[in-house]
């Protein structure tokens, strides 16, 4: 079983800044990819930012130029890192990760529990 441990959501102005970190624990073999998913009010789970574990990323267009993703030195931490943010960035911000249990394993999915993000003055 692998878990999604995520911090640094909040309350931030419009203009400020916040960086989320996610980081997985457990028993898996390797992580393909970790990234960030985002769910505003009335609203469907959309994605923001991806990074593979190649360092290959992919960002959301309503996000590029304000927000970076990047993995640290560990091979199960993701951060968002997030600039100019925006009263419309207001949401709840998932992590998730593509893991194998083996080599031979097809990858499963895992989510985290979320973590709010508010901007408002």
């Known amino acids: 079983q692998v878990q999604l441990v995520e911090s640094g959501g909040g309350l931030v102005q419009p203009g400020g800044s916040l960086r989320l970190s996610c980081a997985a624990s457990?028993?898996?073999?390797?992580?393909?990819?970790m990234g960030w998913y985002r769910q505003a009010p009335g609203k469907e789970r959309e994605l923001v930012a991806a990074?593979?574990?190649?360092?290959?990323?992919n960002i959301a267009d309503s996000v590029k130029g304000r927000f970076t993703v990047s993995g640290g030195n560990a091979k199960n931490t993701v951060y968002l890192q997030m600039n100019s943010l925006k009263a419309e960035d207001t949401a709840v911000y998932y992590c998730n990760a593509a893991t194998r249990a083996t080599s031979a394993s097809p990858y499963v999915v895992v989510w985290g529990q979320g973590t709010l993000v508010t901007v408002s003055s």
């Open positions: 990074r593979a574990s190649s360092g290959t990323t």
């Open positions: 457990g028993s898996f073999f390797t992580i393909d990819a």
